[in-house]
Nanobody, 123 residues
Framework: QVQLVQSGGGLVQAGGSLRLSCSASDRTFSSYVIGWFRQAPGKEREFVAAINWNGERTRYVEFAKGRFTVSRDNSKNTAYLQMNSLNSEDTANYYC????????????????WGQGTPVTVSS
């Protein structure tokens, strides 16, 4: 069982940047795809980005392309979501999840989740 702990959220001005982290204590972390999702108030959880076990493959939703970068360092059992050029529409709770499945954008395929971290972008 993988326990994921998130950090790095907070308040940022529009145009600013934040880096989210998703860490695990179990070395099995390196065998999982790590996905990032977000959920704004009153909206459903939506896929943002994901990265495969060795970092060689990534996938982004359209709004994240060119602004967000997903990465991982398996030696630290940690994945990251670097977010640049943030705007008010990026305000949401961000979640990382771990899956051994192939349907990365499908939240139902993730068996393990971090606790979520709030990101607030002020305009």
């Amino acid at each position: 069982q993988v326990q994921l702990v998130q950090s790095g959220g907070g308040l940022v001005q529009a145009g600013g940047s934040l880096r989210l982290s998703c860490s695990a204590s179990d070395r099995t972390f390196s065998s999982y795809v790590i996905g990032w999702f977000r959920q704004a108030p009153g909206k459903e959880r939506e896929f943002v980005a994901a990265i495969n076990w060795n970092g060689e493959r990534t996938r982004y939703v359209e709004f994240a392309k060119g602004r967000f970068t997903v990465s991982r360092d398996n030696s630290k059992n940690t994945a990251y979501l670097q977010m640049n050029s943030l705007n008010s529409e990026d305000t949401a709770n961000y979640y990382c999840g771990a899956t051994d499945g192939s349907t990365w954008p499908d939240a139902d395929s993730y068996g393990y989740w971090g606790q979520g971290t709030p990101v607030t972008v002020s305009s």
